[in-house]
């Protein structure tokens, strides 16, 4: 379903880049960056950015669309792991972090120091699968399935595990450390979810855009994106 993964994928940046605000004169970190996909998004908001990430060779292939795009001046990307960051306490404006916090089975870690190189004050907006939706609910339920299929056919292993947390769950997170939230996204709505996506992408795509902007299907986002605000002091 690579067609579906590209649109939620669309969406997820999109809309982060929405909850990121006016970043015109400020200083964003960007977490996990992979191969750069904030980068061509944000050229001309005046933004200075650092992206950072574990895998040597996305953070080549992001350095290579700076260079590409001309953007080397106000771009900068390295090499770098999100629980130790290489910068100093109090100095990003906002940070972002797409498809990254799933990836840990300590997240706390990673938002603890996140807080540390964020300015008071300074908005973070991190993305996160969400627990329940729809989707979620089918793949659950048809699991016993999936795996008596891969057993008798001797199909490959399920992708690597991704933690999914509710909406709720998630923004605890970041409230338990005296974070505000101040604004939020669901995307990705799969009105016709899991098999749907791996036999028929582009129908499940178009359903899905039909309801992208409708709140009440919140029910059927695979995604959520939290915005909050570090605590002044």
């Known amino acids: 379903d690579?067609?579906?993964d590209v649109c939620s994928s669309?969406?997820?940046?999109?809309?982060s880049v929405e909850l990121l605000g006016?970043?015109?004169g400020k200083k964003l970190l960007d977490l996990g960056c992979g191969t750069g996909a904030l980068v061509e998004p944000l050229l001309?908001?005046?933004v200075e950015y650092e992206g950072i990430d574990i895998a040597p060779t996305m953070v080549e292939?992001?350095?290579g669309h700076v260079r590409d795009l001309g953007a080397e001046a106000t771009f900068n990307v390295r090499v770098g792991s999100g629980t130790s960051l290489p910068?100093?306490?109090n100095h990003f404006d906002a940070i972002v972090a797409m498809?990254?916090?799933?990836y840990f089975d300590q997240p706390e870690k990673v938002i603890a120091e996140a807080l540390r190189v964020a300015k008071p004050g300074a908005r973070l907006v991190f993305t996160i699968p969400q627990k329940y939706c729809f989707d979620d609910c089918v793949v659950r339920l048809s699991a016993p399935v999936r795996q008596l299929a891969r057993t008798l056919f001797g199909k490959a292993a399920e992708p690597v595990a991704r933690t999914k947390y509710t909406p709720r769950e998630f923004q605890h997170l970041f409230t338990a450390v005296g974070c505000r939230v101040v604004g939020e996204r669901f995307y990705n709505m799969?009105?016709?979810?899991y098999p749907v996506t791996r036999i028929v992408p582009r129908v499940a795509n178009a359903a899905a855009s039909l309801g992208e902007e409708q709140p009440a299907l919140r029910f059927f986002a695979t995604g959520y994106i939290v915005a909050c605000e570090k605590p002044q002091a």
């Open 87 to 89: 910068y100093a306490d």
């Open 10 to 15: 669309d969406l997820r940046r999109r809309k």
């Open 99 to 102: 498809g990254f916090l799933e």
């Open 61 to 63: 292939m992001a350095q």
């Open 190 to 193: 799969l009105l016709l979810p």
């Open 2 to 4: 690579w067609s579906s």
């Open 44 to 46: 001309g908001s005046g």
């Open 22 to 24: 006016n970043l015109r």
